[in-house]
Nanobody, 123 residues
Framework: QVHVVESGGGLVQAGGSLRLSCTASGSIFRINTMGWYRQAPGKQREMVAVINSAGITNYADFVKGRFTISGDNAKNTVALQMNSLKPDDTGVYYC?????????????????WGEGTLVTVSE
């Protein structure tokens, strides 16, 4: 069983900063991709930022220059530093991990999600 737990959400004024953190525990190995997605009220879940095991990052256009993702594969952790926050950044932020259920390439990677942490940015 795998547990993916986010922390760091909250209420912040526009222009402020927040740092989200996420840790995966349990039977998850060889994580190849970690990342953050978000879902605003009434909208579909969308990718915010991802990082692979080589440290290569990919950001959604709407966060480029404002958000920074970092990951530690050895510790199964990923963080998202969010600066210059805007009211449009409001939503539930979900941590995503893609790894194997056993420490063997014989097992296919699976996606694991946290339950989300709420970020609210006020005017």
């Amino acid at each position: 069983q795998v547990h993916v737990v986010e922390s760091g959400g909250g209420l912040v004024q526009a222009g402020g900063s927040l740092r989200l953190s996420c840790t995966a525990s349990g039977s998850i190995f060889r994580i190849n991709t970690m990342g953050w997605y978000r879902q605003a009220p009434g909208k579909q879940r969308e990718m915010v930022a991802v990082i692979n095991s080589a440290g290569i990052t990919n950001y959604a256009d709407f966060v480029k220059g404002r958000f920074t993702i970092s990951g530690d594969n050895a510790k199964n952790t990923v963080a998202l530093q969010m600066n210059s926050l805007k009211p449009d950044d409001t939503g539930v932020y979900y941590c995503y991990m893609n790894g194997r259920p056993h420490d063997s390439l014989a097992y296919a990677p699976q996606a694991y999600w946290g339950e989300g942490t709420l970020v609210t940015v006020s005017e």
